[in-house]
């Protein structure tokens, strides 16, 4: 097997101007193809940001899956930072942002980072219906991650960079309008 060839370069940080590193490498990733896989890191500010993409020009698609056992689990999920991921058992739409980041996974590792985020994105004087609210899809994402109910995964992107991968997976060309409809990631820096 090939080994993958990283290559490093130092540029300016987004968000403190300093020196960061960025580390880029591309590694194929069956049935979806070559990927590239990209890290910038700041030692200053430690502003640390990932990303996924595809290396080659795929056209804006949606991918769909319905999870109904724990074999299910093992679908592979290519989150770039322009994807839409959406969960609609669950509630859950995790959309482009300047801050968003591209990862390789499974179902079962989304729903591990679903769960990690509304971990920390809890305060001290939440409301009470607020904590019950979070309690309750808590408890779904843990039967989810149990198979103990089925769930569809949507992930739709306007490049073509995300996808989900599997035999029980749907796949479609999304049309112009749907993907004027998505959120990009939009980032403007003032220095």
Same mark, same amino acid.
């Given at each position: ?107 079962? %590792?989304?729903?591990?980072? /679903? ?6 994105? =809890? $305060? @001290? &004087?939440? #409301?009470?219906?607020?904590? +019950? ?26 490049? %073509?960079?995300?996808?989900? /991968? ?6 479609? =060309? $999304? @049309? &112009?309008? #749907?993907?004027?409809?998505? +959120? ?8």
């Amino acid at each position: 097997m090939e080994k993958e060839k990283k290559v490093s370069m130092a540029i300016d940080c987004p968000e403190c101007g300093k020196k960061a590193v960025m580390t880029e490498f591309i590694k194929e990733i069956p049935f979806f193809g070559k990927t590239l896989f990209s890290n910038l890191k700041c030692t200053k500010c430690s502003f640390n940001l990932n990303d996924i993409s595809s290396d080659e020009e795929k056209t804006p698609s949606k991918f769909s899956v319905k999870i109904e056992s724990e074999k299910d689990l093992t679908v592979k999920i290519v989150k770039s930072s322009t994807s839409t991921v959406k969960v609609p058992e669950l509630g859950v739409r995790i959309e482009p942002t300047p801050s968003s980041e591209g990862y390789f996974t499974n179902i079962e %590792g989304l729903l591990n980072k /679903i769960k990690d985020s509304l971990s920390f994105s =809890s $305060l @001290e &004087e939440e #409301e009470q219906d607020s904590k +019950k609210l979070k309690e309750k899809l808590m408890e779904k994402i843990e039967q989810a991650r149990n198979a103990k109910i089925s769930f569809t995964v949507i992930v739709e992107d306007p490049f %073509g960079n995300g996808a989900l /991968i599997g035999e029980k997976v749907e796949k479609k =060309s $999304l @049309e &112009e309008k #749907e993907v004027s409809e998505l +959120k990009t990631r939009m980032r403007f820096l003032e220095h």
